[in-house]
């Protein structure tokens, strides 16, 4: 028999989210291995079902976009924003890391979620993950010419403010060069923040269509080293 590619399970909810005039539709697939009469029910999309659900995920992409917008990036207006119609996230296996972003696809892995066992809930741990990646989905990077580490930096400072960073996050002074891990950038960025209020949205909203190192300077008076 020709197997098909039938799917344990996809759920696909959508919601309608108000920020102003702007409105983002957040939608949630969860996928599974493919289905046959004698496949047990896969123990990690049962964990992702019974454990977090499509309707907490929507209700949080909410709480995170707008966190985003109002305290990470400040943008109170739509043409600040980068323009998104739809957050689509996906709840699949794959291999690779926990998760991957690509433009307003969120992968989460489902062998992350089948295996998560951190001091925190799976609920937390997801969450968490969610402020990073949604960071993904709005912040500028210079048309791609910003570096991955500044990158990741700031959706990790995310994480910071959102108070959802995990025991194992770098302390404040830790790490010897400011471009070397994501939780490290983070807390070089919150040590820019305090010299600047707002030094993140500032920094992010100079990287729209280019990304200079210069920009640091700009905002803080003093070079990045
Ligand atoms: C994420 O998953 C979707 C749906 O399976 C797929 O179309 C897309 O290519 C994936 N994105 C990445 C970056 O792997
Ligand atoms: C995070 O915790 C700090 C310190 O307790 C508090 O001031 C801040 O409001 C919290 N932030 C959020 C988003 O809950
Ligand atoms: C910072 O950048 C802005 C906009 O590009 C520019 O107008 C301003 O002169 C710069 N300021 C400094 C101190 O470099
Ligand atoms: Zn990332």
Avoid at 23 to 48: C, H, L, Q, S, W
Avoid at 80 to 87: A, F, G, L, P, Q
Avoid at 122 to 146: I, N, R
């Amino acid at each position: 028999m020709a197997s098909l590619p039938i799917f344990l399970c996809t759920l696909l909810i959508c919601s309608l989210s108000f920020h102003g005039i702007s409105a983002v539709k957040y939608v949630v697939t969860v996928e599974g291995p493919p289905k046959g009469p004698n496949v047990p029910k896969d123990p990690a999309i049962e964990r992702f079902n019974t454990v977090i659900g499509v309707p907490f995920t929507i209700k949080i992409m909410g709480q995170i976009n707008t966190f985003i917008w109002s305290t990470i990036l400040k943008q109170n207006t739509p043409t600040e924003r980068k323009h998104v119609d739809t957050i689509q996230v996906f709840i699949k296996y794959f291999n690779g890391q926990e998760a991957i972003t690509s433009d307003y696809r969120i992968n989460v892995s489902a062998a992350f979620i089948g295996t998560y066992d951190g001091p925190m809930s799976l609920k937390w741990g997801f969450t968490s993950l969610l402020y990073h990646e949604m960071t993904h989905v709005f912040q500028w990077d210079g048309e791609k010419k910003a570096p991955r580490s500044l990158v990741e930096g700031i959706a990790d400072y995310t994480i910071l403010k959102a108070n959802y960073s995990a025991p194992g996050f770098s302390k404040p002074g830790s790490g010897d060069r400011r471009d070397v891990a994501y939780d490290t950038t983070a807390r070089f960025l919150e040590y820019c923040d305090g010299l600047v209020p707002g030094f993140v949205a500032k920094l992010n909203n100079m990287m729209r269509k280019t990304y200079d190192i210069s920009f640091f300077k700009n905002i803080t008076g003093k070079p990045v080293e």
